[in-house]
């Protein structure tokens, strides 16, 4: 099977990736998505498009994915199972290729009630796994859930989200290993603050061998001050942010560099642990420190 993206190619040659994440604006204009495009332009070897993060209207992932290809940067469509049923789904993936998208991220999304309308219908038509199993389907098998025959199947490398800091942690592993099942090629983590949990989690993982069939992306936040870093640990499920951390940021002189240099030294322990074949950086709301990041980390992409 011939490599179908950058990041593929890059993952399969053994060589340490880094992806980023880019938030589509509130708007009906890209000017936003091109000016980030040129920020982070060769800090990354793809780009995460959220899809209406946090519950709430913004432009499409596949509309920003398409800007992306025209500045010359490789996307990653993120792609939720709170707003399609399995027909839009198909249909968006379908659209996504034909325009250049290679690689999308299966996701479940934030619950409605996270955002701005809170009265709104959520779908959930299928979940993440199944969506992974839909998806691999038109790929390998080039057909519809429903059986039909594509006439062109779409190229795709299929990635999923882990969170191993929900509980049970057991079961974080088994639900990482359906989705290996599932289809699964990459996994991008939710961020990490608590590297200690995070190593049991990776052993667990190796204990079972899924670091060797899936590529595991470990997730990092840089944190612009300690309330920041305060309501992540009080008020985001399935966050664990440690008092050091929090202190950590409160008595920095200069808390922004503080949570970039915190952001650069995760980033050098997640290179040293085995399974990890690279990073997510999700700078929100601060996706011009990206290159900065990347740089003083010492990361090639």
Same mark, same amino acid.
């Not at 509309?63 to 709170?82: F, H, N, Y």
């Not at 379908?94 to 959520?122: P, W, Y």
């Not at 389907?137 to 039909?148: I, N, P, Q, T, V």
């Given at each position: 099977?011939?490599?179908?993206?950058?990041?593929?190619?890059?993952?399969?040659?053994?060589?340490?990736?880094?992806?980023?994440?880019?938030?589509?604006?509130?708007?009906?204009?890209?000017?936003?998505?091109?000016?980030?495009?040129?920020?982070?332009?060769?800090?990354?070897?793809?780009?995460?498009?959220?899809?209406?993060?946090?519950?709430?209207?913004?432009?499409?992932?596949?509309?920003?994915?398409?800007?992306?290809?025209?500045? @010359?940067?490789?996307?990653?469509?993120?792609?939720?199972?709170?707003?399609?049923?399995?027909?839009?789904?198909?249909?968006?993936?379908?659209?996504?290729?034909?325009?250049?998208?290679?690689?999308?991220?299966?996701?479940?999304?934030?619950?409605?009630?996270?955002?701005?309308?809170?009265?709104?219908?959520?779908?959930?038509?299928?979940?993440?796994?199944?969506?992974?199993?839909?998806?691999?389907?038109?790929?390998?098998?080039?057909?519809?859930?429903?059986?039909?025959?594509?006439?062109?199947?779409?190229?795709?490398?299929?990635?999923?989200?882990?969170?191993?800091?929900?509980?049970?942690?057991?079961?974080?592993?088994?639900?990482?290993?359906?989705?290996?099942?599932?289809?699964?090629?990459?996994?991008?983590?939710?961020?990490?603050?608590?590297?200690?949990?995070?190593?049991?989690?990776?052993?667990?993982?190796?204990?079972?061998?899924?670091?060797?069939?899936?590529?595991?992306?470990?997730?990092?936040?840089?944190?612009?001050?300690?309330?920041?870093?305060?309501?992540?640990?009080?008020?985001?499920?399935?966050?664990?942010?440690?008092?050091?951390?929090?202190?950590?940021?409160?008595?920095?002189?200069?808390?922004?560099?503080?949570?970039?240099?915190?952001?650069?030294?995760?980033?050098?322990?997640?290179?040293?642990?085995? @399974?990890?074949?690279?990073?997510?950086?999700?700078?929100?709301?601060?996706?011009?420190?990206?290159?900065?990041?990347?740089?003083?980390?010492?990361?090639?992409?």
């Amino acid at each position: 099977m011939s490599a179908r993206s950058g990041l593929e190619r890059t993952l399969l040659g053994g060589k340490f990736a880094v992806t980023a994440e880019i938030g589509p604006p509130k708007s009906a204009s890209a000017e936003s998505v091109r000016r980030h495009a040129h920020e982070m332009k060769g800090s990354a070897d793809a780009f995460n498009l959220t899809d209406n993060q946090t519950a709430m209207s913004r432009m499409s992932s596949i509309a920003c994915a398409a800007v992306l290809i025209q500045e @010359g940067l490789e996307p990653v469509v993120q792609m939720t199972c709170r707003d399609r049923n399995r027909i839009a789904m198909q249909s968006d993936i379908l659209g996504a290729s034909a325009l250049g998208v290679r690689n999308v991220l299966c996701i479940s999304g934030d619950h409605q009630t996270f955002g701005n309308m809170k009265e709104a219908k959520n779908v959930y038509d299928v979940d993440s796994v199944q969506e992974l199993m839909i998806l691999r389907k038109m790929r390998d098998e080039g057909r519809l859930w429903s059986g039909d025959e594509l006439e062109t199947a779409p190229e795709l490398f299929l990635g999923a989200a882990a969170n191993p800091f929900a509980d049970p942690f057991e079961f974080r592993v088994t639900r990482l290993a359906k989705k290996v099942k599932a289809g699964a090629d990459f996994i991008q983590t939710q961020s990490i603050y608590d590297m200690d949990r995070f190593e049991r989690w990776m052993a667990l993982v190796r204990a079972r061998g899924l670091h060797e069939k899936v590529h595991i992306l470990a997730g990092v936040m840089p944190l612009k001050s300690h309330k920041v870093a305060l309501y992540m640990k009080n008020k985001v499920a399935g966050m664990m942010v440690p008092d050091t951390v929090v202190e950590r940021l409160k008595s920095a002189k200069d808390a922004k560099e503080e949570g970039i240099r915190l952001c650069v030294e995760q980033i050098e322990h997640l290179r040293t642990i085995e @399974g990890v074949k690279g990073v997510h950086i999700m700078a929100m709301a601060w996706e011009e420190k990206v290159p900065e990041i990347v740089k003083r980390a010492g990361l090639r992409p």
